[in-house]
């Protein structure tokens, strides 16, 4: 039996008390990826607390994708999802590779299309200017987890059309075999929902919740280089950031409140009649 704690009488409901006894067993690895828990029945008699208070604890963490249930059989812990830092440019393979992760890259398509409105914006074209389209479906240990869509000037992605992007990322054949020096990335997240085509890529219902990264990347000189879509599934992806508080300047003073006595209310009144 796992040890759990003695939930405490405390204004936190019994069932969040639950969820998160759940909770840290799942995230010290007593129960794995794809380990069964208990049986509603059981959790009841470990907790002293009702199969309704275990209900709504478990629909919580299925609800946060922690858990997830098999109709007749039970609840079963979610596999982590992969993550990616966005604290420096890096490509998805690099990134994933270091975390250990199997990865393969399934070109779709490779051609010269006139540039959309918004790309040809993007790298200062005109509209309908001759650019390159690369799609690729990226897959983590054999998953589709993400579908790309990158855009680069016609002359580098004509080169590319020799490499490998089945195992590749593309920064890296750019900085290590082109020698074009990565400067910096401008970045947009946003979600929607799956469509036909994203749908069937990636291998979820149509309207499934995807997360999607509009990403601009410059060379060294700020010049566009890579524009790109980047629809990621929502259960099994995410971008972590960490951030920090900038402090407050001490040397600074704070703005000074101005009073206002009766008598300059008074005058300001007289002076508004």
């Not at 200017?129 to 580098?156: C, D, G, H, M, W």
């Amino acid at each position: 039996m796992k040890n759990f704690r003695t939930l405490e009488l405390s204004p936190v409901p019994l069932y969040t008390q639950v969820k998160e006894n759940l909770r840290e067993r799942i995230l010290d690895g007593s129960y794995a990826p794809h380990a069964q828990l208990p049986a509603e029945s059981e959790m009841s008699a470990i907790f002293g607390v009702s199969r309704i208070t275990i209900r709504q604890a478990l629909s919580d963490l299925q609800k946060e994708g922690v858990i997830f249930k098999i109709p007749g059989k039970g609840s079963f812990v979610s596999k982590p999802k992969a993550f990616q830092q966005l604290t420096q440019l890096e490509g998805f393979a690099e990134a994933m590779s270091r975390m250990g992760y199997e990865i393969y890259n399934q070109v779709t398509s490779h051609k010269i299309i006139d540039a959309p409105p918004k790309v040809a914006r993007q790298f200062g074209l005109s509209a309908a200017a001759p650019i390159t389209e690369i799609k690729r479906i990226r897959f983590l240990n054999r998953e589709p987890v993400s579908l790309e869509i990158t855009y680069l000037p016609q002359e580098i992605g004509e080169r590319l059309r020799k490499e490998d992007l089945a195992t590749r990322d593309i920064f890296l054949i750019l900085e290590n075999d082109y020698g074009i020096a990565l400067g910096h990335a401008d970045l947009q997240i946003d979600a929607l929902l799956a469509d036909v085509t994203l749908a069937h890529a990636l291998r979820v219902p149509e309207g499934t919740a995807l997360l999607r990264l509009q990403r601009l990347t410059h060379r060294a000189d700020r010049t566009p280089l890579d524009f790109e879509y980047l629809y990621f599934r929502g259960d099994a992806f995410q971008y972590r950031l960490q951030i920090e508080r900038k402090a407050a300047d001490a040397t600074a003073s704070p703005s000074p409140v101005r009073r206002v006595d009766n008598k300059t209310r008074s005058k300001r009144s007289t002076a508004c009649e």
